[in-house]
């Protein structure tokens, strides 16, 4: 499987309730060269899993109706969520060739460098609305191989 990791894009700045922070319309058009990326390069998900929180379900909507996939919420994947969750869910979805995953950081941070056996999650940097694709070697003790990590900027 590959495993692609997208950040949320650009949002509005913390006012009291993080949950609700929209995309601001840098976010939008982040969100929206993401998508035609994905579809460009012809590394559409099969399903695309995202946080909640309004910012990353706006994202990953976005990116979504880019690629004709239909993002799937899951409460795991909201800020703060555990690795073993994250995990699990994933290998439910084994059979995908290819799961995104849209959500937040540093929660993005620490899966990425816990699957690529990394001695600290500040080593790795997921900048808003950036494209990280792993590909998963192993389950039992899920495992991966960097693929390729992506600004937005660059798409």
Request: proline share 6%; with cysteine; charged share 20%.
């Amino acid at each position: 499987m590959t495993l692609q990791f997208l950040r949320h894009a650009d949002a509005e700045p913390f006012t009291g309730s993080d949950f609700s922070r929209n995309l601001t319309p840098k976010g939008n058009t982040q969100a929206a060269k993401v998508g035609k990326f994905l579809k460009s390069r012809h590394l559409i998900p099969d399903i695309i899993l995202t946080s909640p929180l309004v910012r990353a379900r706006q994202t990953a909507d976005i990116v979504g109706k880019a690629v004709g996939v239909e993002p799937v919420v899951l409460e795991c994947l909201a800020c703060g969520m555990d690795l073993d969750s994250l995990f699990k869910e994933l290998h439910a979805h084994a059979g995908c060739k290819t799961v995104l995953v849209a959500g937040h950081e540093p929660d993005f941070s620490r899966a990425i460098s816990r699957l690529l056996d990394m001695p600290d999650p500040i080593l790795v940097n997921v900048r808003k609305a950036s494209l990280t694709a792993l590909e998963i070697i192993a389950w039992t003790n899920p495992a991966g191989r960097l693929q390729y990590s992506i600004p937005a900027e660059l798409m």
